[in-house]
């Protein structure tokens, strides 16, 4: 197969990189006179001698990563648009834009590291470049975000693509130590006749509003502008029209406050991991494990996104319990662990107010039940305690017996299978002990193979 540059008359080690700008002119919406198309051509030639770098091949069972080249920006999606614009007056077609996000992109940064979190943005770029390779346009919006634009693609087959994309992306390699945490995209996406709708920014807006709308829908993953529409009975019409604006503005600000509520909370946790240094990133660690309980054990969207907010926030009692009996390194006296046991109550204190977490308090409340009945603060027991704190009970206590704390040392990952065994049907729902047995058995993190009876 012949090489780009060969393809267009280059000799090879010689590449072409091309920029155009371009505008329909006519004398209405619907009459084509013709398009004002700048182009501006970058002509490379590799110096003489210089080979280019070797391929190298992606280990077993990682994604292969084809491209990781830098994308262009927002710019490049305004004149692709115009040029398809000019386009349809010609040839018309429809053209689907898809705005993706990475989901809780923050958490690669704080679970991983920075370098982890670049190398998801690498992939998920990857991914979409691939899927599409012989469609359209990919470029780099903002952040963690990526817009794709794919011309004589109706919504039907735009949401099929999308999903590929997702399913694709679930794939890239992030593994670090014994925590996975998958990859998970959230799309909104536009489908139009450009000839009717003339200005990208109209396109753009309306695939926010699509996005927001997904954001706020946990169990939703591609959210398509003509679903809004029909929702708030909007007109369809050359642009945004105000019900179309109000819907968008009232989406973004939803957005804007679901952010802030979770920027606020993240700023509550970290106060209070900062005040033991053994449980720093602590809630962290143990959202990902109840992630990944919850869907071993087949959680619905909406039961997981209730069990991953009451994962993060579960310890946020504790800053009313004393430092000097956090960090403490000897075993607590009966006194100090009654103000301990207060934690979960101090939490509905602080958070009891707040609406977007009324089905996440029961599991905070509760994750300290026993399934035996011996538990804290209300002495629960078996079915009693919702399923989701049982879920919880166990991710918590999971990360607390592999982490290091003032008063112990680190377990390792057998003996934390043993005392998951141990402990079903007395500290633990058995349903739920299996499941982090299993969890553990299969992170590939165990010293020796796990062939013991299972719980």
Same mark, same amino acid.
């Given at each position: 197969?012949?090489?780009?540059?060969?393809?267009?008359?280059?000799?090879?080690?010689?590449? +072409?990189?091309?920029?155009?700008?371009?505008?329909?002119?006519?004398?209405?919406?619907? &009459?084509?006179?013709?398009?004002?198309?700048?182009?501006?051509?970058?002509?490379?030639?590799?110096?003489?001698?210089?080979?280019?770098?070797?391929?190298?091949?992606?280990?077993?069972?990682?994604?292969?990563?084809?491209?990781?080249?830098?994308?262009?920006?927002? %710019?490049?999606?305004?004149?692709?648009?115009?040029?398809?614009?000019?386009?349809?007056?010609?040839?018309?077609?429809?053209?689907?834009?898809?705005?993706?996000?990475?989901?809780?992109?923050?958490?690669?940064?704080?679970?991983?590291?920075?370098?982890?979190?670049? &190398?998801?943005?690498?992939?998920?770029?990857?991914?979409?470049?691939?899927?599409?390779?012989?469609?359209?346009?990919?470029? %780099?919006? &903002?952040?963690?975000?990526?817009?794709?634009?794919?011309?004589?693609?109706?919504?039907?087959?735009?949401?099929?693509?999308?999903?590929?994309?997702?399913?694709?992306?679930?794939?890239?390699?992030?593994?670090?130590?014994?925590?996975?945490?998958?990859? &998970?995209?959230?799309?909104?996406?536009?489908?139009?006749?450009?000839?009717?709708?003339?200005?990208?920014?109209?396109?753009?807006?309306?695939?926010?509003?699509?996005?927001?709308?997904?954001?706020?829908?946990?169990?939703? +993953?591609?959210?398509?502008?003509? /679903?809004?529409?029909?929702?708030?009975?909007?007109?369809?019409?050359?642009?945004?029209?105000?019900?179309?604006?109000?819907?968008?503005?009232?989406?973004?600000?939803?957005?804007?406050?679901?952010?802030?509520?979770?920027?606020?909370?993240?700023?509550?946790?970290? /106060?209070?991991?900062?005040?033991?240094?053994?449980?720093?990133?602590?809630?962290?660690?143990?959202?990902?494990?109840?992630?990944?309980?919850?869907? %071993?054990?087949?959680?619905?969207?909406?039961?997981?996104?209730?069990?991953?907010?009451?994962?993060?926030?579960?310890?946020?009692?504790?800053?009313?319990?004393?430092? /000097?009996?956090?960090?403490?390194?000897?075993?607590?006296?009966?006194?100090?662990?009654?103000?301990?046991?207060?934690?979960?109550?101090?939490?509905?204190?602080?958070?009891?107010?707040?609406?977007?977490?009324?089905?996440?308090?029961?599991?905070?409340?509760?994750?300290?039940?026993?399934?035996?009945?011996?538990?804290?603060?209300?002495?629960?027991?078996?079915?009693?305690?919702?399923?989701?704190?049982?879920?919880?009970?166990?991710?918590?206590?999971?990360?607390?017996?592999?982490?290091?704390?003032?008063?112990?040392?680190?377990?390792?990952?057998?003996?934390?299978?043993?005392?998951?065994?141990?402990?079903?049907? +007395?500290?633990?729902?058995?349903?739920?002990?299996?499941?982090?047995?299993?969890?553990?058995?299969?992170?590939?993190?165990?010293?020796?193979?796990?062939?013991?009876?299972?719980?």
């Amino acid at each position: 197969m012949s090489t780009l540059a060969e393809a267009r008359g280059l000799p090879r080690g010689e590449h +072409r990189a091309e920029e155009s700008l371009a505008a329909p002119t006519g004398a209405s919406r619907f &009459e084509l006179a013709g398009a004002f198309v700048i182009v501006r051509d970058i002509h490379i030639t590799r110096p003489a001698g210089r080979t280019p770098p070797a391929r190298t091949t992606a280990p077993a069972g990682r994604l292969r990563l084809r491209f990781r080249r830098p994308l262009p920006g927002p %710019r490049h999606f305004l004149e692709h648009y115009a040029i398809e614009r000019a386009a349809c007056f010609n040839r018309p077609r429809e053209l689907s834009v898809a705005l993706f996000d990475v989901d809780r992109f923050h958490e690669f940064n704080e679970l991983l590291s920075p370098r982890a979190a670049d &190398e998801v943005l690498g992939c998920v770029a990857d991914v979409i470049a691939e899927v599409t390779r012989d469609i359209g346009l990919v470029v %780099r919006y &903002e952040g963690d975000r990526f817009l794709s634009s794919w011309p004589g693609t109706g919504e039907t087959a735009a949401v099929e693509l999308a999903e590929r994309i997702l399913l694709a992306a679930r794939a890239c390699p992030v593994l670090e130590a014994t925590v996975h945490r998958p990859v &998970e995209l959230r799309v909104g996406l536009v489908t139009c006749d450009p000839r009717v709708t003339s200005s990208a920014h109209a396109v753009l807006e309306r695939a926010r509003a699509a996005l927001s709308h997904c954001k706020l829908h946990q169990e939703q +993953r591609v959210t398509a502008w003509s /679903a809004i529409r029909q929702l708030s009975g909007a007109v369809p019409g050359t642009s945004l029209d105000p019900l179309d604006q109000a819907a968008a503005s009232f989406g973004r600000i939803r957005a804007q406050l679901h952010e802030m509520g979770e920027q606020s909370t993240r700023a509550l946790v970290a /106060a209070v991991e900062a005040k033991d240094p053994f449980t720093s990133r602590h809630s962290t660690t143990v959202a990902q494990h109840a992630d990944a309980l919850g869907r %071993r054990l087949r959680l619905s969207p909406r039961q997981g996104m209730v069990l991953q907010q009451a994962a993060v926030l579960h310890d946020v009692g504790k800053i009313g319990v004393p430092d /000097a009996i956090l960090t403490k390194p000897g075993p607590l006296t009966d006194e100090e662990f009654l103000v301990v046991q207060r934690h979960p109550r101090t939490a509905m204190d602080i958070l009891g107010h707040l609406p977007g977490l009324r089905a996440a308090l029961p599991l905070i409340l509760h994750h300290h039940e026993r399934f035996d009945g011996q538990g804290y603060p209300d002495g629960l027991a078996g079915e009693r305690i919702p399923f989701g704190a049982r879920i919880l009970a166990v991710a918590d206590s999971m990360d607390a017996m592999l982490s290091r704390r003032s008063y112990k040392d680190a377990y390792s990952v057998d003996r934390v299978i043993d005392e998951l065994r141990a402990g079903a049907g +007395r500290q633990f729902d058995p349903i739920v002990a299996r499941a982090g047995v299993e969890h553990l058995r299969l992170s590939g993190t165990a010293s020796r193979a796990a062939g013991g009876q299972a719980v």
